[in-house]
């Protein structure tokens, strides 16, 4: 099962960032709490009514329990291209934001780095903390780009948390056609191909994906 969409604006294009807190997936119990408030709350809704007629007016509901924390999965490239024009420099920024937004929202967090030195679990996944992004900076770059292994280790992560997000910051600049994120409830692409010469694969995975493209300059905007 694809990702459901965010809400893209057309083919190939960038949609807009999506902003905490972020809404509970459709069809989740959380979703449904949120949209109608907890269960009735038959003896508070007796006193209210009294002798007189039930009336939609006495109704009263019991507080709606706060939803689980939601899990972000974030797969950042670290591989050779990312290093040109300060690309990588801008996709840790993002990261460490991305970790100040779920370490604010009490949500959980997972960083999973892919490059020419292989997979490197950054963040392991669990309560965001802030002081995680604090393992960004000496973070180095070059080598390929194993896109697809990544998502293969993501996979079981996204399965074991429900209602999880997949966040990929990436510049698309890998080879071959990486498989779609199936576990995820949403995925967001990053896209930090910014250079004078963009080609634009990662707002082509996003639209088979079913996910949305964000360019990195709009949460750097975001961010100050």
Do not use: Y
């Not at 934001?97 to 292989?118: M, T, Y």
């Not at 000496?138 to 780009?145: E, H, I, Q, V, Y």
């Not at 996204?158 to 990436?170: K, N, Y």
Request: net charge positive; aromatic share 4%; charged share 20%.
């Amino acid at each position: 099962m694809a990702p459901k969409s965010l809400g893209r604006r057309g083919p190939g294009r960038h949609a807009g960032l999506p902003r905490w807190p972020l809404p509970a997936p459709a069809g989740t119990l959380a979703g449904a709490a949120a949209a109608r408030g907890g269960a009735p709350d038959w003896p508070r809704t007796l006193l209210a009514k009294g002798p007189r007629p039930l009336a939609p007016e006495h109704l009263r509901r019991r507080a709606a329990a706060a939803p689980p924390p939601r899990c972000h999965l974030v797969l950042l490239d670290s591989s050779g291209s990312m290093r040109r024009g300060g690309r990588l420099a801008r996709a840790k920024g993002v990261a460490a934001w991305l970790v100040a937004q779920a370490a604010r929202h009490g949500d959980d967090l997972g960083l999973l780095a892919f490059g020419g030195a292989g997979l490197q679990w950054l963040i392991t996944p669990g309560p965001a903390r802030r002081a995680a992004a604090l393992r960004l900076p000496p973070l180095g770059g070059g080598g390929g780009t194993p896109l697809a292994q990544a998502l293969a280790a993501a996979e079981p992560v996204l399965q074991r948390h429900p209602g999880a997000w997949l966040w990929l910051l990436s510049d698309g600049r890998c080879p071959g056609e990486p498989p779609a994120p199936r576990a995820a409830a949403q995925v967001v692409v990053v896209d930090h191909d910014d250079g004078p010469v963009a080609i634009g694969r990662c707002a082509a995975w996003a639209e088979r994906w079913g996910a949305r493209c964000v360019p990195a300059h709009q949460i750097q905007g975001e961010r100050r």
